[in-house]
């Protein structure tokens, strides 16, 4: 019967994060329903809902746009702009569900264990894996990584584990070979990292080591949004200058005009400044911390508001990660 009621848990069924029957075994005969962590759920999910709503949505329907355009309308910029909104999308995208799905888990009494900690933050490949679909990061490395035998025969058999980890993980979000690629990309470039590079990566001065990463993950997720092989090799041409029109053009202008302020907006959110507003907020006492507090569940509420509005008017909202 726990079994049972543990593969029918709906909040985190569909997409994640992925939930081990004894990370929540205990929490199936002592969870409690709270006003507190209802609360806290409620404003979990309002949450998840506005950035996939006005973010992801947003950032997505850009790069339609640019992705349908041939290579005679395309500058470099417009090229690395679309992947950027590629990027963005996922990400608010995937990491929304994750908070829709945890807030509803604590409004019925579960504590699910968070999925994302701000990738798009990270200052190295491995840093970003430990960061980014944590539970199915977690997942390969339990199950399939640590019985290979993990770093602990030899070089040789660790990157031959490195290798089998990720080309599995490529497999696991489809059978295309822009997948089988994309888990390739990565496990040449954790190999890379660890025996290569890494250490004069770490003694860079930390804005490097978050611009490169954050180039590695952006040009990685062209891989993974582009299935069709000759169209992907099309795209990284025009990243790279070799069939683009120009660098720059007045479409890339009109695109920041139009989108700039999603644009900027998703940057800020994909840096951890809401839990240093928590963090803040937390440590204030009294009318101060009670204001500041209301203020910020009023905001989330106008904003759930206006995801509700604009989903509404769409007649089409599916969660990207739904395909994988």
């Known amino acids: 019967m726990q079994f049972t009621t543990y593969v029918s848990m709906f909040p985190q069924l569909v997409a994640g994060p992925i939930v081990r029957f004894s990370d929540i075994q205990q929490q199936l005969h002592s969870r409690k329903i709270t006003f507190e962590a209802f609360e806290q759920g409620l404003l979990r999910f309002m949450t998840g809902l506005f950035k996939k709503v006005l973010i992801a949505n947003q950032a997505g329907a850009l790069w339609e746009e640019i992705h349908i355009l041939g290579a005679a309308d395309t500058s470099v910029a417009t090229a690395w702009l679309g992947a950027l909104c590629f990027t963005l999308q996922l990400y608010f995208d995937f ?37 980014w679909h944590i539970s199915l990061s977690t997942w390969f490395r339990d199950y399939v990584y640590i019985p290979l035998g993990g770093n602990r025969k030899g070089i040789p058999r660790h990157l031959l584990n490195i290798a089998v980890v990720w080309f599995l993980t490529g497999l696991w979000h489809g059978a295309s070979w822009n997948f089988v690629l994309w888990g390739i990309y990565y496990g040449f470039l954790l190999m890379l990292e660890k025996y290569v590079w890494g250490k004069a990566l770490g003694k860079l001065p930390r804005i490097f080591q978050h611009a490169c990463t954050f180039l590695i993950v952006v040009f990685g997720f062209v891989i993974f949004a582009i299935t069709d092989m000759r169209e992907l090799g099309g795209y990284i041409g025009l990243l790279f200058s070799f069939k683009a029109k120009a660098l720059m053009d007045t479409r890339f202008l009109w695109y920041l005009g139009n989108y700039g302020i999603v644009l900027l907006f998703a940057c800020v959110l994909a840096c951890p400044i809401y839990p240093w507003i928590c963090r803040k907020t937390s440590a204030l006492s009294g009318k ?7 203020f910020i569940g009023i905001v989330v ?16 909202n599916p969660f990207l990660y739904f395909r994988f």
């Open 95 to 131: 990491s929304a569900y994750s908070d829709m799905a945890i807030g509803m888990g604590k409004m019925l009494g579960f504590s699910y264990g968070e999925n994302f900690r701000y990738p798009l933050t990270a200052v190295s490949v491995t840093d970003f894996w430990r960061r």
């Open 288 to 294: 101060k911390g009670f204001v500041l507090s209301a």
């Open 301 to 316: 509420l106008l904003l759930f508001i206006l995801s509700t509005a604009y989903m509404v008017s769409d007649t089409y």
